[in-house]
């Protein structure tokens, strides 16, 4: 009787055992599979793409409305005689992206049921049996494009400036009115005045309210000045067979960040240094390799990739990031994608697996 049990308890776990292989996952080429479209999960490998990210300084002078009059009325000698725009380069930034490689996409299938995959918007792998997704690229804000401006739009004149009918009448008075508020804020200031605000929040308000009139009204005659922080962004791809050096802008002092094809703009180079230390093995396509069929989960182990960025007389930056595209495609056994126990992690950016978890 023992004895039937125990054969009766093996024929179970041997029942068991070949059920969980009648489910067997593969992964194809989609180039090899003529319905890539139906029966399974189409998923796409990464390339390495960059952000580069120049970064810039735009100093606008604007000529007050009233500078003839600076010396005459309020005894200003260093004041703004001419409207000017500087610009100068003050750093780069490196950042590396993924982008899908619909050349190096791939097919799941299986007889029964498919392992839970999580792709990214552009379906590029992120992983198996996965809870927390990758966080998708998103641009940096790219500033360039915003019209930068000094004026004096936002002073609020008084009535009896307004109402003058010449030039040098509208900044006599203004100037008186610069004295005047000198003479309320030393009036608060001596505590002569009926009308000082018993509370310290109320006091710092009038007292602020004065500062800010007289300096706006003084920049009538002196001259305002303004100085922005302005980036341009650029993405690219670059490819081993590619270009190795390639003008992303051109940048002059008078006008900042102009295309580059504009000769009249000093250019701004990106150079891509492509290198492999990778683990030897035959390519997916090679014959040798077309001797073994190979029916696992791809991935890649990258390459490096130098990226300088540079003008014709500084390095502006210079960083070494992980690249697909000059990467190896290895292959993980086709066997793991029926174990849902395991989480597998892929690099959305350069394919790389990043680790294998079992629950």
Known sequence: MKYIILSLFAAMIATSAIAR??????VTPVSEDADAANGGIIYALPKTAVRITIEAELTI????PYYKYSNRYLNLTNVITENSKRWRITGAKVEALGVADYSRRYK?????????VSLTSAGVLNGINITNC??????NDDNSDV???????????????????????MAEEAAQAIYRFREKRMSLLGGDDATIPHDEGSYNAVMQRLDKLENDYISLFAGRRATFHVVKSFILTPSPNGEKSTVIVRFTDNDGFVDAMNIAGQPIYADFTFSNNNVPTYAEDSKQRKKVPVDGLRYIIPGNLNVKIFDRSNLLTEVNVLSAQNGQIATLPASILTDNT?????????GSLMRIVTK
Do not use: M
């Not at 002078?61 to 007050?64: D, N, S, T």
């Not at 004149?157 to 009448?169: C, D, F, G, I």
């Not at 395991?342 to 350069?350: A, L, R």
């Open 342 to 350: 395991k989480s597998i992690i892929i690099n959305t950016i350069n």
């Open 61 to 64: 002078e604007k000529v007050g």
């Open 147 to 169: 019209i930068y401006d000094v004026n004096f739009d936002d002073i609020q004149l008084e009535k009896a400036v307004l109402t003058k009918t010449s030039t040098a009448a």
């Open 134 to 139: 990758a966080t998708e690229n998103v641009d």
């Open 108 to 116: 799941i299938s299986a007889t029964e049921t498919l392992p839970a």
């Open 21 to 26: 292989d009648k489910n067997i996952v593969s």
